[in-house]
């Protein structure tokens, strides 16, 4: 066995056995001798003309999620719950179904990343709070999860070390937009991270990476079927991203909204796709309807006891849900220069706007600055009049304000007449 003969095989269109799959894995990571990177970039390549098969596909992440350490999280049962989302602009759902799963039942043991890019990521936002520790040890890991029914810590060092450096490498030979190796990557850190129960948010719109409702089914659909081969609990919500999600964009500003929700505030969109992801999973973990998994997740949104639990679990890893939040020295409003409906809003460009007022990185090594963001002040839909607020910039470094404020108004679109209504949940697939 050898990778010339795997490329061959690949750039043929044949499949390759698990043997083969699990042979390339093992020597692509191993740090000595191994299989070189232009090796596995032509590998790359010849997945994104020919693709994979389910079986292929299957065999691909379970050789990536057992290429490095893999959590246990048997002790909790069938209670453990993780959920993912292909990311979004806006999306700060996890600090909201964490809090609602486990005041229901579920533990919510989840390992989280960081936003690169027009993306943002739950671990930014949650070391905007202060004192909050992403780097809990195992041991403090599970105690905690144990105790208070969640603990949501930065990805360890060495999970899934092989999607580490093929995503590196897929990144910058144009094979990211690859099915079966998008598949792999998210799913072979789901099983690794142990969950028994997984709910994904495939995002679909302008904001996200799969631009059309086909494209995310597809997706969708693959996930959870090499999940389920994988003997885990699964299901997808396709959710809309065309539009942010909520008002607020940027790490501080998110935390403040999302305690705001959990605090009883009405902001409908962030409420609907929180309370449907949440759904699923306590109906997996619980084992009973969706419907009455529903409104269990009601009742501790609306009545409090998500709230609760969102206090406990920051105090038990350092934060406060109560402290004051970092604000931004510089604020700027922007006004519409026109009076109409706005028809369409480019989800991707306005979470641009975010990271150039220093919300997000453009490199992976770029600092965060974690007050900077934007607060929508109108969406998709809306009426304007002319000298409205359309949005509020915020930033700590003023030399970035004129550049940011030049992408954002280059993502609305005006019209005379009062667009169609998106459906925010596309689909669910199960």
């Excluded at 965060?368 to 915020?394: N, P, S």
Aim: charged share 25%; net charge negative.
């Amino acid at each position: 066995m050898d990778m010339l003969g795997i490329i061959r095989k690949k750039k043929r269109g044949e499949e390759l056995s698990r043997e083969e799959i699990e042979y390339m894995i093992c020597g692509f990571t191993r740090e000595e001798g191994g299989i070189p990177d232009y090796q596995m970039s032509a590998f790359c390549m010849a997945v994104y003309f020919n693709g994979m098969s389910d079986t292929e596909t299957a065999a691909l992440t379970e050789a990536m999620a057992h290429s490095g350490d893999m959590l246990d999280l048997a002790r909790f049962g069938t209670r453990s719950v993780d959920k993912h989302s292909t990311g979004g602009v806006g999306d700060k759902t996890s600090l909201i179904v964490g809090p609602i799963v486990a005041a229901c039942g579920g533990v919510f043991a989840k390992m989280s990343g960081r936003g690169l890019g027009h993306t943002g990521g739950t671990v930014d936002k949650l070391e905007s709070v202060a004192g909050y520790r992403t780097g809990l040890t195992g041991e403090e890991f599970f105690a905690q999860a144990e105790r208070t029914g969640i603990s949501l810590i930065g990805q360890t060092g060495n999970l899934t070390p092989a999607d580490k450096k093929l995503y590196a490498l897929r990144d910058v030979t144009e094979t990211v937009d690859s099915i079966p190796l998008i598949v792999s990557s998210i799913m072979s850190k789901k099983i690794a991270a142990g969950a028994h129960n997984i709910v994904l948010d495939v995002k679909c719109g302008s904001g996200a990476f799969m631009k059309d409702e086909e494209s995310a089914r597809t997706l969708a659909q693959k996930m959870v079927d090499i999940g389920k081969v994988c003997g885990r609990n699964m299901a997808a919500v396709i959710t809309d991203m065309d539009v942010p999600l909520g008002f607020a964009v940027g790490n501080a500003l998110e935390v403040r909204e999302a305690l705001d929700v959990l605090r009883g505030a009405n902001i409908p969109d962030l409420c609907e796709v929180s309370l449907a992801l949440s759904a699923e999973l306590i109906a997996m973990c619980r084992g009973v309807a969706v419907k009455e998994a529903r409104y269990m997740a009601e009742n501790a949104l609306f009545g409090g006891a998500a709230y609760e639990k969102a206090k406990e679990w920051f105090t038990a890893q350092g934060g406060d849900a109560e402290a004051e939040l970092a604000h931004a020295e510089f604020v700027r409003e922007i006004r519409a220069g026109k009076s109409g409906y706005i028809s369409h809003m480019d989800a991707e460009k306005i979470g641009r706007a975010a990271c150039e007022l220093g919300a997000g990185r453009k490199t992976k090594n770029d600092k965060i600055d974690f007050a900077a963001g934007l607060v929508l002040r109108k969406k998709t839909g809306d009426f304007v009049r002319e000298g409205e607020v359309l949005c509020a910039l915020h930033t700590s470094c003023e030399e970035k304000l004129a550049a940011a404020e030049k992408i954002f108004c280059s993502a609305l679109e005006f019209s005379a007449e009062k667009p169609r209504k998106k459906k925010l949940i596309i689909g669910i697939v199960r």
